[in-house]
Nanobody
Framework: QVQLVESGRGLVQAGGSLRLPCDAS????????TGWFRQAPGKEREFVAA???????YYEDSVKGRFTISRDNAKNTLFLQMNSLKPDDTAVYLC???????????????????WGQGTQVTVSS
């Protein structure tokens, strides 16, 4: 079994930075890809970033150049470093992992079979 727990909930000013950790436990070796999604009120869950087992990264266009996904394998922790934050980045952020054979469709929430509980990020203007 795998469990994912996000932290780093916070309020930041536009232009500021925030780092979100996602602590993983259990059979994380089963993940082909891990990633971050976000969901704002009234909006669909949106892909943000992902990283494969081999270290290849993928980003949503709206965050490319501002956000960086990384991991500390020794600590089983996934990170999302968010810089140059905008009010439109305000959302609940969730980390997720996929051990499914459709992981290559990494933009779709449905391919991830493990999810964290989510953490609120609010960017003020």
């Amino acid at each position: 079994q795998v469990q994912l727990v996000e932290s780093g909930r916070g309020l930041v000013q536009a232009g500021g930075s925030l780092r979100l950790p996602c602590d993983a436990s259990g059979q994380t070796f089963s993940f082909y890809i891990t990633g971050w999604f976000r969901q704002a009120p009234g909006k669909e869950r949106e892909f943000v970033a992902a990283i494969t087992r081999g270290g290849t990264t993928y980003y949503e266009d709206s965050v490319k150049g501002r956000f960086t996904i990384s991991r500390d394998n020794a600590k089983n922790t996934l990170f999302l470093q968010m810089n140059s934050l905008k009010p439109d980045d305000t959302a609940v952020y969730l980390c997720a992992g996929s051990s499914t054979t459709t992981w290559y469709q990494y933009r779709l929430p449905s391919v991830y079979n493990y999810w964290g509980q989510g953490t609120q990020v609010t960017v003020s203007s």
